[in-house]
């Protein structure tokens, strides 16, 4: 089936496509922090740590590592690719290539210039209210959690997690009545990520 991913995650929570094609998702990212990790020594009779491990103090005041963020869009809701740019430790711009969705979960591919990263998405909630009866207007979104589990070419061994969020504006027919119906006449959906990175 064609589609976004966004697309095909709303089929599969209604259970059938409630606006035909044109039943669309968005995600909107939350953002994650990164917390330090501070050496603690036991109370009691002093030990002293080995010359190579930094000290409390040093790892406290050790700046966290930047986020990864990823920025994908589309302005077709049937197709499978969405532009893509990728910034923080690793910055460059690519295309995303939706997977199948199925339990909430989707493994979708980030493919660069050098390789290609795999994206396994995990819906946890969802809005998916009606579009306006005066404009046909929609505004739409879900999010979740990610996770990086390897992937291609120079990025075997990536890694990684975070949250993302997906916001889809659009505007479906209005027939000759008065009601909205199923034909998208206009579609944007902007998916954002933040999180880690290791590749």
């Known amino acids: 089936m064609r589609g976004t991913l966004a697309s095909r995650a709303v089929r599969?929570?209604?259970?059938?496509?409630?606006?035909?094609?044109?039943?669309?998702?968005?995600?909107?990212?939350?953002?994650?922090?990164?917390?330090?990790?501070?050496?603690?020594?036991?109370?009691?009779?002093?030990?002293?740590?080995?010359?190579?491990?930094?000290?409390?103090?040093?790892?406290?005041?050790?700046?966290?590592?930047?986020?990864?963020?990823?920025?994908?869009?589309?302005?077709?809701?049937?197709?499978?690719?969405?532009?893509?740019?990728?910034?923080?430790?690793?910055t460059q711009d690519g295309y995303a290539v939706a997977g199948i969705f199925s339990s909430s979960h989707s493994v979708s591919r980030l493919v660069f210039r050098r390789g290609t990263v795999r994206l396994v998405t995990s819906m946890t909630s969802f809005l998916l209210p009606p579009p306006n009866t005066r404009t046909c207007k929609f505004t739409e979104q879900f999010s979740g959690s990610y996770v990086i589990r390897g992937g291609f070419g120079r990025y075997p061994h990536a890694s990684g997690t975070g949250r993302y969020v997906s916001r889809i504006f659009g505007q479906v027919w209005k027939r000759h009545d008065g009601i909205c119906g199923y034909a998208v006449v206009s579609f944007w959906q902007s998916t954002r990520t933040v999180g880690s990175l290791h590749l």
């Open 12 to 90: 599969a929570v209604r259970g059938t496509a409630v606006r035909g094609t044109a039943v669309r998702v968005a995600m909107a990212v939350l953002a994650v922090a990164s917390a330090g990790l501070l050496a603690a020594w036991p109370a009691g009779t002093a030990v002293a740590a080995p010359a190579s491990a930094p000290s409390g103090a040093a790892m406290a005041t050790r700046p966290a590592p930047a986020p990864e963020r990823f920025h994908l869009t589309t302005d077709n809701s049937n197709s499978d690719r969405q532009q893509v740019q990728a910034t923080g430790p690793f």
